[in-house]
């Protein structure tokens, strides 16, 4: 078999399994704060349940990429599917906010499975094709926010445990897609006298060895970035939908599940679309960096808009504009920050990349939640904005520099 099949033969499994479980965790994101709600939740203690779980994955994520070198990425993945289809179960079954809370602590202390796909494919592809293979994240993504959402509003009309016991069988169905299609893969350091799949890992107390990636002059500056776009699509995802139930209304009733899932839902829908197909041209076109820049702006701009009143049909471009610049964000900047890494240090980098999103989650719905509960809207929309442009303004300058410093090396 030549190395193209083997490629595909990889990625297919592991599309068809982050699809799977994005859905399931995007029936849950529209629903989370309302449901929340109804057992007397305040947005602050909305915010403390959102960030629960990205400080459980804080925690668990690197110790499962350290199992994961020593066992295989297939076995911790059935073991993070099964936490998560168990995270889900009990929160159909739920009848008080603190079983909502164990919930999201039994799903987010086995979470792990995204930077394995990721280092999968980072492993798989050449630094050329990477952007568009990581877009493959980006499709998941999209699919699940197009169909999860939208499903979830639908759902939540009848019963607020509906989505969370459809979640429950996607989950059950991604331990099935796990077992059955992903290929058996040793460990390089079985393979080549490495430390592991897609390089060596560090633990959640190893900040030390961790900043010294901040270091590096040419990846530093990405990785500020990084965790700029995830401050900025935390705090926007986290807190929209207790945001959009203060400020938009229909027919006199305030947004609920079903409106805020079908918004999320559009927002699947045109993510689709970018990194289904149009981001490859770009990528060819124009180049990651300039895409990068390109997608702070956009969202940037459509978070101004978000933060001040307008009429409800407004929300349409204002969100297409911020799924442009999140749906853009995310694999350039990956594939930015890969680019200037050693294979043997990707799966460090990779995690490294995880744990300032699981800080951004922590950090954001904390943020939101306190915010919208004072009844500052405008200034949860602006701050979000202010993370993208400051990420903006960060990513031109460098442009600037890179632009300048090129004909001198030439000359030189």
């Known amino acids: 078999m030549d190395s193209t099949a083997k490629k595909k033969n990889v990625l297919l499994p592991i599309f068809l399994i982050v699809v799977v479980d994005i859905l399931g965790m995007t029936l849950i994101l529209p629903l989370l704060p309302f449901y929340a709600e109804r057992y007397g939740a305040t947005p602050q203690i909305v915010g403390l349940l959102i960030a629960t779980y990205a400080f459980c994955q804080l925690i668990a994520g690197p110790m499962l990429g350290k199992l994961s070198d020593r066992y295989g990425r297939r076995p911790l993945l059935i073991v993070s599917q099964i936490g998560t289809f168990a995270g889900f179960l009990v929160l159909g079954w739920a009848k008080t ?32 094709n990477r952007a568009k293979s990581f877009g493959i994240i980006g499709i998941a993504f999209g699919l699940g926010f197009l169909i999860g959402p939208a499903l979830s509003g639908f759902l939540a009309q009848y019963n607020y445990a509906y989505p969370a016991w459809a979640a429950a069988a996607l989950s059950f169905t991604s331990v099935l897609c796990t077992y059955f299609l992903l290929p058996q893969a040793i460990p390089h350091a079985a393979a080549e006298n490495e430390t592991g799949p897609g390089g060596k890992r560090l633990g959640l107390l190893d900040w030390g060895a961790y900043l010294d990636y901040f270091k590096r002059p040419e990846l530093a500056p990405l990785l500020i970035e990084f965790l700029l776009f995830c401050l900025m699509f935390s705090l926007f995802i ?140 405008a200034a949860w929309a602006l701050i979000a904005a202010a993370f993208s442009l400051v990420g903006f303004i960060l990513i031109s300058n460098r442009s600037a520099v890179q632009s300048v410093a090129e004909p001198l090396k030439s000359v030189n």
Request: aromatic letters at 12%; glycine letters at 12%.
């Open 97 to 128: 906010l603190a079983w909502i809370f164990f919930s999201r602590f039994l799903d987010g202390i086995t979470a792990g499975n995204l930077s394995l796909a990721q280092a999968y494919i980072s492993d798989v592809t050449e630094p050329e």
């Open 238 to 377: 986290q807190g929209f939908a207790l945001f959009a139930e203060r400020r938009f209304f229909i027919h006199g009733h305030p947004f609920g599940p079903k409106q805020v899932g079908y918004l999320y839902a559009y927002s699947g829908f045109l993510g689709l679309i970018i990194q289904g197909g149009l981001l490859g041209r770009l990528v060819k076109r124009y180049g990651e960096q300039a895409l990068a820049r390109a997608g702070f702006l956009s969202a940037a701009l459509g978070l101004i808009a978000l933060a001040f009143d307008h009429p409800v049909f407004l929300i349409i471009p204002i969100f297409t504009a911020t799924a442009f610049g999140t749906g853009v964000l995310r694999p350039a900047l990956t594939s930015l920050i890969t680019r200037v890494t050693g294979r043997k240090e990707q799966g460090v980098v990779l995690g490294l990349t995880q744990s300032l999103n699981s800080i951004a989650s922590i950090v954001s719905p904390l943020l939101a939640g306190y915010l919208i509960g004072i009844g500052q809207l």
